[in-house]
T-cell receptor
Framework: AQSVTQLGSHVSVSEGALVLLRCNYS??????LFWYVQYPNQGLQLLLK??????LVKGINGFEAEFKKSETSFHLTKPSAHMSDAAEYFC???????????FGTGTRLQVTL | DSGVTQTPKHLITATGQRVTLRCSPR?????VYWYQQSLDQGLQFLIQ???????AKGNILERFSAQQFPDLHSELNLSSLELGDSALYFC??????????FGPGTRLTVL
């Protein structure tokens, strides 16, 4: 069985500040980990994924995440927030190829001037 | 644009009714997944089809059923609808890869 915990349902940052969204996972097998973003009234867009290659993963829109097995974490970061980053972010885990995704509860990111 | 299409975009119906949601996967994708997003339950996996056959089942109610057709499009049938079935229903598709591409969703409102 696998699960994901996202700490903080709402995160607010100033434009230009560091973005840090936290994700911890639990998995009985080596996990595949994903971050998706959902803009209002839209579907889910893949930001980045970890699939047992490099532990530091770079994604779209300047986001990156680091897989830390010892901490069972996969936190999402971006050095400088932009107003257009305001959205809901979901961390997800799967057990591998063609497997269902188990999602966290999501973190709503607010970016203020 | 992920390449996954879902129709209709919005659906408003009454309790006790039956609806069908349709999903067309990306060209060449054999796997289709259905997810439900609600305020109560968050994003939950419902069911997966691979090349026409059911591959995995999640938290799908007995009142719900799905199928994948020879042209690989999929339909999710929801019957005896209840107020609590109001949610966003997403379809996602993938080939034999780890990445699922999501459609824009169908927003179901049960009155």
């Amino acid at each position: 069985a696998q699960s994901v915990t996202q700490l903080g349902s709402h995160v607010s940052v100033s434009e230009g500040a560091l973005v840090l969204l936290r994700c911890n996972y639990s998995s009985s097998v080596p996990p595949y980990l994903f971050w998706y973003v959902q803009y209002p009234n839209q579907g889910l867009q893949l930001l980045l994924k970890y699939t047992s290659a490099a532990t530091l993963v770079k994604g779209i829109n300047g986001f990156e995440a680091e897989f830390k097995k010892s901490e069972t974490s996969f936190h999402l970061t971006k050095p400088s927030a932009h107003m257009s980053d305001a959205a809901e972010y979901f961390c997800a885990v799967s057990t591998g190829t063609a497997s269902k995704l188990t999602f966290g509860t999501g973190t709503r990111l607010q970016v203020t001037l | 644009d992920s390449g996954v299409t879902q129709t209709p975009k919005h659906l408003i119906t009454a309790t006790g009714q039956r609806v069908t949601l349709r999903c067309s996967p990306r060209s060449g994708d054999l796997s289709v997944y259905w997810y439900q997003q609600s305020l109560d339950q968050g994003l939950q996996f419902l069911i997966q089809y691979y090349n026409g056959e059911e591959r995995a089942k999640g938290n799908i109610l007995e009142r719900f059923s799905a199928q994948q057709f020879p042209d690989l499009h999929s339909e999710l049938n929801l019957s005896s609808l209840e107020l609590g079935d109001s949610a966003l229903y997403f379809c996602a598709s993938s080939v034999r890869t780890d990445t699922q591409y999501f459609g824009p969703g169908t927003r179901l409102t049960v009155l």
